[in-house]
T-cell receptor
Framework: GENVEQHPSTLSVQEGDSAVIKCTYSDSASNYFPWYKQELGKGPQLIIDIRSNVGEKKDQRIAVTLNKTAKHFSLHITETQPEDSAVYFCAASYLPGNQFYFGTGTSLTVIP | GAVVSQHPSWVICKSGTSVKIECRSL??????MFWYRQFPKQSLMLMAT?????????EQGVEKDKFLINHASLTLSTLTVTSAHPEDSSFYIC???????????FGSGTRLTVV
């Protein structure tokens, strides 16, 4: 089955700096890679996703890049703000209708 | 957009009792539902896969007699934690999938505390 690894496990950045979280996956058949933000006591919220036919996707301060050859994808957050502090999970799946394999999570702290 | 209503959002129960968690797709038919569990400060791990009208498929290490999953209709799947113990305390979340346009959506999750 699929194996998703995520690094780093914790990340602290100064407000205004950029944050990068990286994930690798093992199954070349995976075609969908979402990123989730989870705040304390809440469920994961989708913040951005990318399909395997796209190399990069941006949404304001958030971007995701995908390298299918190397089987890794990354989350980039620019101009970080304290409200970006949360746990971020990457995931991989083969859609339609298959399970998500989640990374182990990155606890991001943005220092004011 | 597609919405999955998951209830309850939180529940506290006594050890030995059973708890039922519902995931209901409000505006679409979910051909497949997945149930995940998240222990504190850990990632989400798949517990089981359920397809409408058939028996659920459980991941290794998940007791099917303890975690009963029913997917009797295309809009409702339930997870029943039977004879709950404190070690079952966790965050349970479902995801509902449909086949056209590769769609899916997560429920909001249920925090179960067994005392």
């Amino acid at each position: 089955g699929e194996n998703v690894e995520q690094h780093p496990s914790t990340l602290s950045v100064q407000e205004g700096d950029s944050a990068v979280i990286k994930c690798t996956y093992s199954d070349s058949a995976s075609n969908y890679f979402p990123w989730y933000k989870q705040e304390l006591g809440k469920g994961p919220q989708l913040i951005i996703d990318i399909r395997s036919n796209v190399g990069e996707k941006k949404d304001q301060r958030i971007a995701v890049t995908l390298n299918k050859t190397a089987k890794h994808f990354s989350l980039h957050i620019t101009e970080t703000q304290p409200e970006d502090s949360a746990v971020y999970f990457c995931a991989a799946s083969y859609l339609p209708g298959n399970q998500f394999y989640f990374g182990t999570g990155t606890s991001l702290t943005v220092i004011p | 957009g597609a919405v999955v209503s998951q209830h309850p959002s939180w529940v506290i129960c006594k050890s030995g009792t059973s708890v039922k968690i519902e995931c209901r797709s409000l505006d679409f038919q979910a051909t497949t539902m997945f149930w995940y569990r998240q222990f504190p400060k850990q990632s989400l791990m798949l517990m089981a896969t359920s397809n409408e009208g058939s028996k659920a498929t459980y991941e290794q290490g998940v007791e099917k007699d303890k975690f009963l999953i029913n997917h009797a209709s295309l809009t409702l799947s339930t997870l029943t934690v039977t004879s709950a113990h404190p070690e079952d305390s966790s965050f349970y979340i479902c995801s509902a999938h449909w086949t056209y346009n590769y769609g899916y959506t997560f429920g909001s999750g249920t925090r179960l505390t067994v005392v």
